[in-house]
């Protein structure tokens, strides 16, 4: 199912590099800084939107799981935030349950100082919360059969499937970079295909 309904993603999409509507370019993907942004301009959250261009045109869809996120994504509401997503830019028949592993082994390390050393960087990235990362690689002590990425990602309610617009899953479509810095979003609703829709609201 999984497999299909990937490919599904990556058609609707369509192949890049990609050219958009200007209604969909203007206002659709368009994403708009969050107001706290102006009080931390260091935040690295800033290369996600300095790279959105480049992302749209040339990124690959791929799944990904949720690491973290706040709590408040999984309820309905106006605000958008951060979040951390795993994912494989060179497996994609990875399933649900084997990505789920790897999340859930790296949330795990939160709070967290592990006997290994390569899980260390992870852990300390993940139990701050404001440190934001693209493409860092999950080390294989976590991950031994897939070559996975963490990045930070940005969760808009508007791009999530209604009537709730909140994490209802964490198993979806994100569009990655495939070169450095490999920023992500997760696909907008409007290029998944009813079947996942159907599958993210029950």
């Known amino acids: 199912m999984f497999p299909e309904l990937l490919l ?6 369509g192949e890049p590099p990609r050219r958009f509507y200007p209604w969909t370019s203007l206002f659709y993907l368009q994403i708009p800084r969050p107001d706290w942004f102006r009080e931390v301009p260091d935040d690295e959250l800033k290369v996600l939107f300095q790279n959105l261009g480049t992302l749209y045109r040339n990124g690959k869809v791929v799944w990904a799981h949720l690491v973290q996120a706040n709590v408040a994504l999984f ?13 494989s830019l060179n497996d994609d028949k990875i399933s649900p349950e084997e990505l789920g592993k790897i999340a859930h082994a790296l949330f795990s390390l939160k709070g967290t100082t ?9 852990a300390e990235y993940l139990t701050n919360e404001r440190t934001r990362t693209y ?3 999950v080390p294989r002590s976590l991950s031994p059969r897939f070559a996975c990425q963490v990045s930070t990602t940005y969760v808009i309610r508007k791009h999530l499937p209604g009537p709730r617009h909140a994490l209802c899953q964490s198993f979806l479509p994100m569009i990655v970079n495939p070169i450095a810095p490999h920023v992500a ?7 998944w295909p009813e079947a996942l829709i159907q599958w993210w609201a029950d």
Not at 8 to 13: G, R
Not at 75 to 87: I, L, M, Q, R, S
Not at 186 to 191: E, I, W
Request: a negative charge; charged letters at 20%.
């Open 8 to 13: 599904d993603c990556a058609a609707k999409f």
């Open 75 to 87: 309820e309905p509401g106006t605000w958008d935030a951060p979040a951390e997503f795993v994912y």
């Open 114 to 122: 592990p006997n290994h050393a390569d899980q260390a960087p992870l």
């Open 135 to 137: 493409g860092k690689p």
């Open 185 to 191: 979003l997760p696909l907008p609703s409007k290029y």
